[in-house]
């Protein structure tokens, strides 16, 4: 069975940071493609950020850009989100899922297979 466990969200002010960490487990063919998406009530589910492990590349909404930042271990068995700078508006339940994909990772697609269970993060002003 597989598995993603998210950890670390909390309640911040505004300009604090925080680390979240989501714990992968069982098997799939690859955890090349792997994302953070949030979902804050009365909004839609948003991706945030993404990442394939086997080339490097990433992705970021817009409002996070040089803020935030994805990345695994070494083992890539745990996916991270450090989160610097926080703002009320990134007051949401946060995400992480994966994908098993081979060799050809797209870091935009959006399909997902896999989540976990949510972490929420709240920012007061």
């Known amino acids: 069975q597989v598995q993603l466990v998210e950890s670390g969200g909390g309640s911040v002010q505004a300009g604090e940071s925080l680390r979240l960490s989501c714990a992968a487990s069982g098997y799939i063919f690859s955890w090349n493609r792997m994302g953070w998406f949030r979902q804050a009530p009365g909004k839609d589910r948003e991706r945030v950020a993404g990442?394939?492990?086997?080339?490097?590349?990433?992705f970021y909404v817009d409002s996070v850009v040089g803020r935030f930042t994805i990345s695994q271990n070494n083992a890539r068995n745990t996916l991270y989100l450090q989160m610097n700078n926080l703002k009320p508006e990134d007051t949401a339940l946060y995400y992480c899922?994966?994908?098993?994909?081979?060799?050809?990772?797209?870091?935009?697609?959006?399909?997902?297979?896999?989540w976990g269970q949510g972490a929420q993060v709240t920012v007061s002003s």
């Open positions: 899922a994966a994908a098993s994909v081979g060799v050809y990772c797209d870091v935009d697609r959006t399909d997902f297979r896999y």
């Open positions: 990442i394939c492990s086997n080339s490097g590349r990433t």
